[in-house]
């Protein structure tokens, strides 16, 4: 072991990881005094969808339902009623469609998400819109399900800040609307795992297909423009998306154009010590307490080690997961860490094959050679994924991209992305 990370390391061996996370939390005070944006109301843009949509895939749809937990209306629609609810959390300013805004895709349009007391975290929101098709949840995967989903939120003292699930339900089983709708939908009084399986049970209705690719894929050859076209040829051949975003190099994902696997793609990985940090967090993994790697994630800097805080695997350091690509010009900003504000962005950064001193760099992240007119017609293909439901905000949200990027372009580096990969470094030995 680096010997400058001896006395750290000693520390977190001794201390108990309780103690070490309010240590994290009072180091993370300063970043308190934002208020949570109000809670949106439940408007058009948040009813249940229907799968009678462009390119929704029906049985693959249906394959989602867990035996455990069938979708009902009544089930559904409790569902929504405590997706909106700020009661569920510790100050009632905070509710999960604070930071899953229906009208911005179900993100909340900032880099990091804003929680009770105005606490920052670490991590982008991320669309809840298709997140039945998820194979893993959060940026790190660190748990498989939508019911499982629903509770770390909850508890997590810089989201919802609930101690635990029985608080949260002790908000609501006050009120007698609520002891109804629960005796209805479940035969007996509101409890956490009944809680997270109505508002699962609503988050597998948040279907989002019927977008123009879609109708091109179809069989509409009009419904795109020849930019877009191009954009997909691109697509599967020289700007590499396929290697990340398809089931395979040779398979597209039309569903959700994910691989559902973790990649290190280079963001923030020069101002983060990730080896020490990953020392420390092996130790918290071995723990096994999964409140305590959820707080660590999104309470400090260790959430830049992404899919190692679940695997503890040196090769996942700093990985995280690949997203859903369908309505992204609404998301903004973009990576697991907001830190891109516009798809031109994005696409410099990939073009460049980010990553100098990155010795965690996936191996299909190298210089992509693609000129103005490539990226171009690449967000052209990207915009139309964007659901006819947000076609309006997508053509605001277009326009205001293409401004930002005519005069800032702070991720663009031409001669990295026409000259040879850099040579990255070795791993770390153990």
Known sequence: MDNSIKPLAVFWMRSFLLTVFVVFYEGNVSSAGTKPPPIPRPGPLAQSRSLLQVGAPVEPTRATIPPDNPQTPEKITLGQKLFFDGRLSVDGTVACATCHDPARAFT???????????????????????????????????????????????????????????????????????????????????????????????????????????????????????????????FNDRGRC??????????????????????????????????????????????????????????SEMSVLGRFLVTKKQADIASFKTPNLRNLLITAPYFHDGSQETLWDVMDHYNKGDGVQNPFLDQDIQPLALSEDDINNLVALLASLTSDDYKEQGARELARQRAVAQTNRPQRDTKRAFGPKSVQPPPPGP
Request: aromatic content about 8%; glycine content about 8%; charged content about 25%.
């Open 108 to 234: 909340d349009g900032r880099p990091v998400s804003i929680g009770v007391h105005g606490r920052a975290g670490q991590r982008n929101a991320p669309t809840v819109l298709n997140a039945l098709y998820n194979k893993t949840q959060f940026w790190d995967g660190r748990v498989k399900t939508l019911e499982e989903q629903v509770e770390l939120p909850i508890t997590n003292p810089f989201e919802m800040g609930q101690p635990n699930m029985d608080a949260a339900v002790a908000q609501i089983i006050s009120i007698q609307e609520y002891r109804e709708d629960f005796e209805i939908v479940f035969g007996r009084p509101p409890n956490g795992p009944d809680l997270q399986r109505a508002i699962a049970a609503y988050e597998r209705t948040l279907l989002s297909f019927n977008s123009p690719f879609d109708r091109f894929i179809a069989g509409d050859g009009n419904s795109i423009d020849d930019s877009a076209k191009r954009g997909w040829k691109l």
């Open 242 to 299: 396929n290697k990340c975003h398809a089931l395979s190099d040779n398979q597209p994902n039309l569903v959700s154009f994910t691989d559902n696997d973790f990649h290190n793609i280079g963001v923030g990985i020069i101002r983060n010590r990730v080896v020490p940090l990953a020392r420390q967090a092996e130790r918290l993994v071995n723990s096994g307490n999964s409140a305590s790697i959820d707080r660590a994630a999104i309470q």
